[in-house]
């Protein structure tokens, strides 16, 4: 039984060794009942791998793990769950070829009928303010919707500790506020939360106590409520993360242009498109906001040349109809794509870094077809080395790197490649403050070079920092444009909803109108 004596969990120094890295070294950690408690770190700081133990997805070398006063040696997660402890994890553990609910009803009791988990699915999902079709094979599922299927999924399980890694990225302001009432609920109740997240902010918002971790090794234990965003960011990273420095705008001419955009989605389950249009002007940040599923792939796709179903004309590159065109010749013409997935689609898990560049970067092909490797290596060696990615040099596989640090090299990867137009998806999923703030001071200079950047992101906060103009997309429409100086968060979160005026649409009409003539 529970005791004040006796914390919900209790680690004793953990000690976890991966070739080449010490992932945990020696982390001592004590939550109590009832208490939020965050785990703040940089990219690399070992959060997930301790995450990963107390859940039983890792094997600790040294250390001990307690729970509710008892010693415990959780094998793999199945007796996590028995035990009452609960992951959402950043990276999902669903599958894919079968229905939300089935995955759901693989870790929950066999007692509930699919029909029983069926139900209580949109339950949870109308009380959380989740949008889950439990019908819906995960395949069909974009980024942001396994996210909310992995959070329904731990909180059916009713557990003592939940633990919660990176769970608002998918979230309106308004969602998130709804979130933050359950989980105080939860706590109150006597549910001990594991919160990570790089969002200062809302840990300072929503936690108690919070255990800051570097290199590894735990550097503190603070109250972040006593504490301000400068303080946690030297806590976690040795320093203040540098402040953005956005210059006027002189953009020039549209680069980009999308008019009267409608297209069917190819996938069953997909968002349609609707009379879409968009521009973006050299030397500008556009910004697009919305809640995952509301039509971001389908949109992006259309613009990368993944989908070259866009009618004639609704897509352009400068004065070129490039509708019908793939991702190939659209690169040759100055597009740069970086995508949501990082693993899979924007690098190759296996491959090396340096091979990599190919994916996007044809300059180190020489004639017949030769691959020029030491010219490539040396690309992602200065890569490397700009982007400050921690990295076991040009030849490590993409899968060795923590998530942040493989967005940084991707990202790297397409500003080095000098684009006309640079399209990016979630630029800083789950990357912490530092390397945060260096992505989106590489996309200002590269806005500030003369380039057109086109920005889709669910963070508002990065919207706002970066971006010029702010459209936002819901159920496929996109909004009209906003100045960044009319944009804020009740206003845009009002939009996600589909919540704009046909006024305003209008005006969005003739701007567009105005942007192509």
Sequence with gaps: ??????????????TKRYPGVVANDGVSLRVRPGEIHAVLGENGAGKSTLMKIIYGAAKPDEGAVRFNGQAVHVRDPREARALGISMV??????????????????????????????????????EYGLDVDAERPVHTLSVGEMQRVEIIRALLTNPQLLILDEPTSVLTPQAVDKLFVVLRQLAAEGCSILYISHKLHEIRELCTACTVL??????????????????????????????????PLHAGEPVLRVDALTLASDDPFGTALQDVALSVRAGEVVGIAGVSGNGQGELLRALSGEDVRAPAGSVRLGERDVAALGPARRRALGLHFVPEERLGRGAV??????????????????????IRVGALRRQAADIIERYRVK?????????????????????????EAKPKLLIVSQPTWGVDVGAAAQIRGEILALRDAGCAVLVVSEELEELFEISDRLHVIAKGRLSPSLDRADATVERIGEWMSGLWTGRERDNNQKETAHAAA
């Design 391 to 415: 990295a076991n040099g040009p030849d490590a596989a993409a899968k060795s790197l923590s998530g942040g640090n493989l967005q940084k090299f991707i990202v790297g990867r397409e500003i």
């Design 214 to 247: 570097r290199g590894g090794k735990v550097t503190g234990v603070c109250d972040p409520r006593e504490e301000s965003n400068a303080s946690l960011s030297r806590l976690m990273i040795g320093a203040e993360p540098p402040e953005l420095t956005h210059r």
């Design 89 to 126: 994890f950043q990276h999902f553990s669903l599958f894919d070829t079968i229905t939300v609910a089935e995955n759901v009803w693989l870790g929950l009791d066999r007692s509930f009928s699919l029909a029983q988990v069926r139900a209580a699915i949109r339950a949870k999902a109308g």
């Design 1 to 14: 039984m529970t005791t004040a004596e006796n914390p919900r969990l209790e680690l004793s120094g953990i």
């Design 349 to 370: 898990p296996t491959l090396s870094l340096a091979q990599n560049l190919l994916l996007s970067r044809r300059d180190a092909v020489g004639r017949g077809g030769w």
